[in-house]
């Protein structure tokens, strides 16, 4: 099982990730992260892990995790 992460701190709310998502997987929070934006939040039921929002991001704040319950679980920061 793969899931993304997302690293809620380093969005900046360009949107880069969300225009180009083909699936449009990609939302943004109401809730604002220590920069004051509006971070990036993935919906893992409809996203294909295609990276897409990996290469777009300037930012790195995406990355595919494999087997995340062996990993220790998702790591947002």
């Known amino acids: 099982m793969?899931?993304?992460?997302?690293?809620?701190?380093?969005?900046?709310?360009?949107y880069l990730c969300a225009q180009h998502c083909p699936n449009e997987a990609i939302t943004?929070?109401?809730?604002l992260n220590t920069a004051g934006y509006n971070y990036?939040?993935?919906n893992d039921e409809i996203c294909i892990r295609c990276?897409?929002?990996?290469?777009?991001?300037?930012?790195g704040v995406?990355?595919?995790?494999?087997n995340?319950?062996?990993n220790g679980g998702l790591q947002n920061g």
């Open 2 to 14: 793969e899931i993304m992460n997302v690293k809620l701190e380093r969005c900046k709310q360009c």
């Open 28 to 31: 943004f929070s109401e809730v």
């Open 40 to 42: 990036a939040c993935v």
């Open 62 to 66: 995406y990355s595919i995790v494999k």
């Open 68 to 70: 995340p319950s062996e």
């Open 51 to 59: 990276g897409i929002c990996y290469i777009m991001c300037p930012d």
